[in-house]
């Protein structure tokens, strides 16, 4: 191997200085870069929702709002029993846009926009800007009183306030048995209290039974801000056929729902909800 000259390791020595001059001002750069991300407001944004800030205030705005300010305001108050989020409270963004989520479920919401800002003291302002769907129809009373149409309910109205809804829910059940208490209820169910008529033994045996569940609910306003409730419904089950410890035809009716009471509230300008 021949020697190295002095210009050659000269030469090999300034090349490494450069190098570590050249690694230095890089990570000085990344180093100044990452500072002032970090420094800038959409990144204390982040960070602030991220580690869960004190909420100051919460905003609800609907962009496209309907003539009927009952139904604005029922809206409104859906958005924010749904996002769960209140002043004094710490932010949470997937709690939110998981709420955001149901109320774009249950209402008549198209789009939901979810928007933080700081406000002050290192709180936090949410702004929920919403768009009402335009494939619910137009404004005004509708429902199958209104309209007449069967394919309407089970709401019966709703308009200025007032909603009023029914409910039917029908369920039929069928059974069989062979050989029930192995074919000796004679033994099996001797002295039993439940025992009426003839009972399920050899053979095949089968009965039927079902119930049907009718009610009618609503609510509608008695005031600003204070609303009028209330539901009643019933249930009515029976049964026939060879059961296992009666071939008695029954039936039974019975009040399911029965209520009524008023309900208020209002909200804060810094989005306080007290019902």
């Not at 407001?41 to 009927?68: C, F, K, M, T, W």
Request: with cysteine.
């Amino acid at each position: 191997m021949p020697p190295v000259t002095p210009w050659q390791a000269a030469r090999a020595k300034l090349s490494i200085q450069l190098k570590c001059i050249a690694f230095i001002a890089a990570a000085a750069l990344v180093a100044l870069s990452s500072l002032a991300f970090v420094a800038s407001p959409a990144r204390s944004q982040v960070a602030a929702e991220d580690s869960g800030a004190r909420i100051e205030r919460v905003d609800v705005i609907l962009l496209n709002p309907a003539s009927d300010a009952a139904k604005n305001q029922r809206t409104e108050d859906l958005i924010r029993r749904s996002l769960g989020l209140f002043p004094t409270g710490r932010f949470s963004r997937s709690t939110a846009e998981l709420g955001l989520s149901r109320a774009r479920r249950m209402g008549g919401i198209a789009a939901t926009d979810l928007t933080v800002t700081p406000g002050t003291a290192g709180a936090l302002i949410v702004t929920v800007e919403a768009t009402l769907r335009k494939d619910t129809g137009p404004d005004g009373p509708k429902g199958a009183l209104v309209t007449g149409k069967a394919g309407d309910l089970p709401l019966l109205f709703d308009g200025d306030g007032t909603y009023v809804t029914t409910k039917l829910e029908l369920l039929t059940m069928a059974y069989a048995n062979r050989d029930a208490w192995y074919g000796r209820p004679d033994l099996f169910l001797n002295g039993n209290p439940l025992v009426s008529g003839d009972t399920a033994g050899d053979g095949t045996s089968g009965w039927i039974e079902g119930f049907v569940h009718a009610g009618i609910y609503g609510i509608t306003p008695v005031a600003d801000n204070v609303y009028l409730y209330g539901g009643l419904s019933g249930i009515a089950s029976g049964s026939t056929g060879q059961e296992l410890f009666t071939d008695d035809t029954r039936l039974h009716f019975g009040i399911e729902d029965a209520y009524i009471g008023l309900v208020g509230g209002d909200t804060s300008a810094t989005g306080n909800r007290l019902v």
